[in-house]
């Protein structure tokens, strides 16, 4: 079976302290859930130093939440990627509809990103998403198809096996989110494996896509249950470690029962 992501992005919430009690719950949980579990977080970046140790040699990936495409420059307030690769990060989330709605990311811009990870080996976790506008409109997979490709314009073959998409639907996503239904991220999903297996012929089947948005006790096992859902990019509800630990617990349970998922 396939690795199924599971995973948080704290945004702009926790301290360092906090993070470090967090991980280290979490440490104590990943040692006994099941190793198709991939688990990782996404802290602030005054937390990924103090935390790395942590991450360590334990099934936890540790990943950033933005980066520069440059390895120096006069960028002030960036990061670059030889600086997050100096710590010693897994991943990077790139093009968090946040980023792109308050900082005026583009799609150009994340891809030139997604280069300079893969340059120094951090995978990249690209978030694509559509508006509430564009759904009503209905050019959502116009809209996604138009991401991934310019997102991940001019990869190798080999290089795109490297990449993790994550679909969040941006009406979806948020304290005002509203839980997307299960056949349309059904739906979704198909459409971004077949865009994906179009753009890479020889490894799109493999890139895993992840769903966010509003991911929560009530309806996780009914996304991950999905063909080509890959994981889970969790919110609040993953926020607190004992909150976060129920779905995991839970989702090992699922996979030891032999309603494994389909993947």
Avoid at 218 to 238: S, T
Avoid at 244 to 261: K, W
Wanted: with cysteine.
């Amino acid at each position: 079976m396939k690795k199924i992501w599971i995973g948080t992005n704290w945004k702009m919430t926790k301290t360092i302290e906090e993070g470090i009690q967090f991980t280290k719950g979490l440490r104590e949980i990943s040692e006994a859930v099941t190793s198709n579990l991939q688990l990782f977080i996404i802290p602030s970046h005054t937390s990924l130093v103090p935390i790395k140790p942590l991450t360590t040699a334990a099934n936890i990936y540790l990943g950033a939440q933005n980066m520069h495409w440059e390895d120096s420059g006069p960028y002030t307030g960036e990061i670059s990627p030889r600086m997050l690769a100096e710590i010693g990060i897994d991943m990077i989330e790139l093009g968090h509809s946040e980023r792109r709605q308050y900082f005026n990311e583009n799609d150009e811009a994340i891809n030139k990103k997604v280069h300079a990870a893969l340059n120094y080996s951090i995978k990249p976790l690209v978030c694509i998403g559509e508006n509430i506008d564009q759904k009503k409109q209905q050019i959502s997979k116009e809209t996604l198809a138009a991401q991934l490709k310019v997102c991940l314009q001019n990869l190798s073959e080999e290089q795109a096996k490297e990449v993790l998409i994550a679909y969040e639907p941006v009406w979806a996503i948020g304290e005002q989110g509203i839980p997307a239904d299960a056949s349309y991220v059904a739906e979704i999903h198909d459409f971004l494996r077949n865009t994906l297996e179009g753009l890479f012929a020889e490894v799109g089947s493999e890139i895993p896509i992840l769903f966010g948005g509003s991911v929560n006790h009530d309806n996780f096992l009914d996304y991950i249950e999905l063909e080509n859902v890959n994981g889970l990019f969790i919110g609040r509800a993953a926020w607190n470690i004992e909150s976060f630990q129920v779905i995991l617990q839970q989702l090992d349970s699922h996979l030891a029962s032999n309603v494994s998922p389909i993947l």
